[in-house]
């Protein structure tokens, strides 16, 4: 298990104060090294996703950040249909 830094952590108190508990909880999983679609189902990965996406695009102009977001998106697809076909 990983020990989350400050940053991580601060993201995760701020997910929470934003009443996203869902999202913090990912947050923990990915934070922790673990894989969010063990836990909880895929759909509701994907959406969770989606909407704090769109969330981080327009709150920040980095666009380093929106590139990890989206490729960690697109990883996460690629696995979960490799687990259904398998």
């Known amino acids: 298990m990983n020990a989350m830094n400050k940053k991580q952590v601060e993201e995760v108190i701020k997910?929470?104060?934003a009443?996203?508990?869902s999202w913090a909880c990912v947050l923990i999983?990915?934070?922790h090294g673990y894989d969010p679609v063990d836990y909880i189902p895929?759909?509701?990965y994907i959406r969770?996703?989606?909407d704090n996406y769109q969330l981080?695009?327009?709150d920040t102009s980095d666009t380093?950040?929106?590139t990890v977001d989206f490729n960690d998106f697109k990883s996460n697809k690629i696995h979960?249909?490799?687990q259904k076909k398998g």
């Open 48 to 50: 969770l996703l989606k």
């Open 15 to 17: 997910a929470i104060l």
């Open 19 to 21: 009443r996203k508990y």
């Open 56 to 58: 981080q695009k327009k």
């Open 64 to 66: 380093t950040a929106k």
């Open 42 to 44: 895929y759909r509701t």
């Open 80 to 82: 979960y249909v490799e």
């Open 29 to 31: 999983l990915r934070f």
